[in-house]
């Protein structure tokens, strides 16, 4: 029976057709080929799309040999419904190609790692998924390419020996936290004409966004500045970045003229003037301590350090600033110099490459593996506060139907409308995600047991049910969305509560669809 409804045949039709005449016109000759494989003895597996079913779904068909006593007398074989799967993974396809996109617009080199696990779960490696023209060029890797030992001499930094894979796996476990390495040196650093630069390393999924940019010129201009205070002056005024002078007591006592670039003063409005004046007052402090005690303390140039400026305008802008100090014959510091230069479109992009990473692009929510991250936590954190969170698995109906028949700007209109109610009758403490094509995920803190889980994911229906203006056409279509809930028990995985409610969403989606079902 389950077999004729994914034909989309009646019982009476279906003796005596031609498999082959079901499926598209470009999946036949996979048809003939697992059949052929099955009659000589061998099982076959092969996807395909249905030409006679609304919407021309995908199936999985497994062939092999049906055995009658010692004779092999005919084929037999399964039909699997993956439609949804194929569905998920090119909305994964897509989200991908969009975050490789901005990588490849980008000037700076930026490479995308994921990590790579032995048996143990461990990260054994990393394997190179996106690089833009810049960062191939730099370390000689190619998409597709293992990373092995490559970045190694790249992240040298001093006599430090830690290796890159063990750098790159600590920030893909560490749940967040960044790896910064700054002014770092390619090849003999001493020689004149040797390049540094500064390494970033943020958390992507299952693996990490690397970038980094030439620092060569800051570097030098660091160096220059033993030098006598007319040549730097004139290196200063040369270049984009911002170099002021300060004294011991952060008073500012001179500025290259490149500060009307970035923040929009005139250098004789900030002369005389302390420079935590113009400093954000959420960065003081962190300014403070890594930017002038860690420099002083230890005597030389401090990593860049990331500060918002307030601009004459009145925004605030986002910068990078390096300190070195100039010390008299008795070591006692006489001066400090600040270079400082512009960091907002790098602070954008990797706000953005995050929203990307964790969001999906049409509805602007969570992703699945954000969801599911989020879940993860909440489970390991405070296990207590899972029992009696109800989960929602909700599958729009007739979302391909919608597709196929009015085009994908009107489907995308039925996602986009079907999540603003959701989020309009949920409250504020409630997850709300795009877990693929047409499903959505929900969980409920404290949903109050499962009545009223019930009345809320009703109240769901009876809102998704409201037809759907398509403003490019125009008309409107019917709604309708089958749910399935699941209350969290007490020790039961992530995994294991989303699958109960996965199950009987498919129970309400074969039972007539467009109705709630609770989990057993």
Request: hydrophobic letters at 40%; aromatic letters at 4%; one cysteine or more.
């Amino acid at each position: 029976e389950e077999a004729i409804r994914l034909m989309g045949l009646r019982r009476h039709d279906a003796r005596g057709i031609r498999l082959s005449d079901l499926v598209d016109q470009a999946d036949r000759a996979r048809v003939t080929a697992g059949i052929q494989a099955a009659i000589g003895g061998r099982a076959a597996e092969c996807r395909v799309r249905w030409r006679n079913v609304p919407g021309n779904p995908w199936v999985s068909l497994r062939f092999g040999p049906a055995v009658i006593g010692d004779t092999r007398t005919s084929v037999g074989g399964t039909i699997t419904d993956i439609d949804a799967e194929v569905v998920a993974h090119e909305a994964f396809l897509h989200e991908r190609r969009e975050l490789e996109d901005l990588l490849h617009r980008t000037v700076e080199p930026h490479m995308r790692l994921e990590a790579v696990r032995g048996d143990d779960g461990t990260i054994i490696d990393f394997i190179v998924v996106a690089a833009n023209e810049a960062a191939r060029r730099h370390v000689g890797l190619q998409v597709g390419d293992r990373v092995g030992t490559e970045l190694d001499a790249m992240m040298a930094e001093g006599e430090h020996e830690a290796s890159s894979l063990s750098r790159l796996s600590s920030v893909v476990e560490s749940g967040g936290e960044q790896l910064l390495l700054r002014d770092l040196g390619e090849g003999d650093v001493d020689a004149e004409d040797a390049h540094r630069f500064d390494l970033r390393a943020v958390k992507v999924s299952d693996g990490v966004l690397l970038s980094w940019r030439d620092v060569t010129q800051r570097h030098r201009l660091a160096a220059a500045l033993s030098a006598s205070e007319q040549d730097f002056r004139l290196l200063a005024e040369s270049i984009g970045d911002v170099v002021r002078i300060l004294d011991v007591d952060g008073v500012q006592r001179w500025v290259s003229p490149s500060v009307t670039d970035l923040l929009g003063y005139s250098p004789e409005e900030l002369v005389g003037t302390y420079a935590q004046a113009i400093m954000h007052p959420d960065d003081i402090a962190e300014a403070v301590e890594s930017g002038i005690r860690v420099g002083l303390a230890q005597g030389t140039v401090t990593p860049p350090r990331r500060t918002r400026l307030r601009h004459a305008n009145g925004h605030w802008v986002w910068t990078e600033t390096t300190n070195s100090f100039a010390f008299d014959d008795d070591g006692r510091v006489i001066q400090l110099y600040a270079v400082t230069r512009d960091a907002e479109a790098a602070v954008q992009a990797e706000a953005e490459l995050q929203r990307l990473a964790r969001t999906d692009p049409l509805t602007g929510l969570l992703n699945r593996s954000s969801m599911i991250d989020r879940l993860n936590r909440l489970a390991a954190d405070h296990p207590a506060q899972t029992v009696g969170t109800a989960v929602l698995f909700c599958d729009l109906d007739d979302l391909k139907t919608i597709n196929d028949t009015l085009g994908h700007a009107a489907g995308d209109a039925v996602i986009v409308t079907a999540t603003q109610r959701i989020s309009d009758l949920l409250a504020h403490t409630a997850l709300l995600a795009r877990f693929g094509g047409d499903e959505l995920l929900i969980a409920i803190p404290d949903a109050g047991g499962s009545g009223a889980a019930m009345d809320i994911a009703e109240s769901l229906r009876a809102a998704l049910a409201q037809p759907t203006p398509i403003p490019t056409i125009p008309t409107e279509v019917a709604g309708g969305v089958s749910i399935g809930v699941a209350l969290w028990r007490l020790g039961e995985s992530v995994d294991q509560v989303i699958s109960r409610a996965d199950q009987a969403m498919y129970e309400a989606k074969t039972t007539g669809r467009n109705r709630v079902i609770l989990a057993s």
